[in-house]
């Protein structure tokens, strides 16, 4: 009992010294020197060293400011209704663009009249021609150009073969979840959608859907994504609009033997006595784009400081999510032919000193967060 008393004792001291920093100035100027160099903390011990009149005007000006987060979720609101009602006349574009590439309908001549040589055609073009002109130089065979306008020639099957598989992959961020046994699956993903959904929880749907297949039996796989439209209680002046705090995947009906998200491991044991053999088989996880239906169930609200590992996984997760109703869904032609791809820029060694190797180690963290995503 007497160590519950002291324990309670010990705490009340703590958030005594706190109330003394925070709001005695002559306290706070004593130990502001001591303080770690931090803006952020520079900035607040200022604040607090003001006079009582200037703080309380301050305090109004916080509440204007609160009130102008509401305003602004209102917006944030109004324009989420306004894409929903917006959906039907994009429905239509997306409809027609599915039928081309599923090769039920042929395009029209005036569908099909854009100009085909783009500035990046051009550039890559320019850069072909100086391989080509190298390898010929190097002793290359000439001869293989028109080998290749030949094959350009032969008919080709209905619709655009591999649209969605090829769109996804060329999408680094993506193409890090795709596994060499999804591939086959995802040759039978003939669209994805986005459903746009608002009331009492707002959010977005993503719908992957397939041909039939002998992997799954599910024709459409779904995953949800929920926003906050409103600033976070507990954090209002982090709001810059809504944000996803949860998601959640789907059952993926799997057909004997096809689950891509588990492998089969054999290992050989053998007896210490006896000496004999035998071989054990153990059923685990596999990296697999299809992992991605199976997210973690924690809201970002939910998580404590010890989740940091979930958080990150969930994170990494509404990215993707984001990203995929954002740009790669609306613009998948664009990836498709690789037009949508940003430019990557390479720097010599020397222009990148330490600031290259901090990129560096960013890199390797993106890369590890992306592969538990997978687990």
């Known amino acids: 009992m007497s160590g519950h008393i002291e324990e309670n004792s010990t705490a009340q001291d703590g958030e005594n010294i706190v109330d003394a920093l925070l709001n005695d100035p002559s306290v706070l100027a004593q130990y502001q020197k001591e303080l770690p160099f931090d803006s952020k903390l520079q900035a607040m011990a200022n604040y607090k060293q003001l006079p009582e009149p200037v703080k309380r005007r301050v305090r109004a000006l916080k509440k204007l400011q609160f009130r102008s987060l509401e305003i602004e979720s209102e917006f944030y609101r109004e324009l989420h209704d306004l894409e929903m009602r917006y959906a039907d006349r994009f429905a239509e574009q997306l409809n027609r663009r599915q039928q081309i590439v599923l090769g039920s309908v042929e395009p029209t001549d005036e569908e099909a009249d854009w100009p085909e040589t783009t500035e990046s055609e051009v550039e890559l073009a320019n850069l072909l021609r100086e391989k080509t002109a190298l390898t010929n130089g190097a002793g290359g065979q000439a001869g293989d150009a028109p080998q290749s306008e030949q094959q350009l020639q032969q008919p080709a099957g209905p619709g655009v073969p591999g649209f969605w598989l090829t769109a996804l992959k060329n999408v680094d961020l993506l193409s890090q979840m795709i596994r ?34 002998e992997y799954f039996s599910n024709s459409m796989l779904t995953k949800h994504y929920y926003l906050r439209m409103v600033p976070d209680p507990e954090h209002p002046w982090d709001y810059e609009g809504p944000e996803i705090v949860r998601c959640s995947g789907c059952e993926i009906l799997w057909k004997a033997g096809k689950n891509a998200t588990v492998k089969v491991v054999r290992k050989v044991q053998k007896h210490r006595g006896s000496g004999q053999k035998r071989t054990v088989t153990k059923t685990v996880e596999a990296d697999s784009f299809f992992n991605f239906f199976n997210p973690p169930t924690q809201t970002i609200d939910e998580l404590g400081s010890d989740d940091e590992e979930i958080e990150d996984l969930l994170q990494s997760d509404f990215e993707i999510g984001h990203f995929l109703r954002e740009r790669v869904i609306p613009r998948a032609v664009l990836y498709f032919t690789g037009e949508g791809l940003e430019d990557e820029d390479y720097e010599s060694e020397d222009d990148e000193g330490e600031d290259g190797d901090e990129d560096d180690m960013e890199e390797d963290e993106d890369e590890r967060v992306i592969g538990q995503l997978r687990n």
């Open 180 to 213: 060499d046994q999804d591939e086959p699956i995802l040759r039978h993903l003939t669209d994805i959608k986005v459903i746009t959904f608002s009331g009492e929880q707002s959010g977005f749907v993503l719908e992957f859907h397939f041909s039939p297949n």
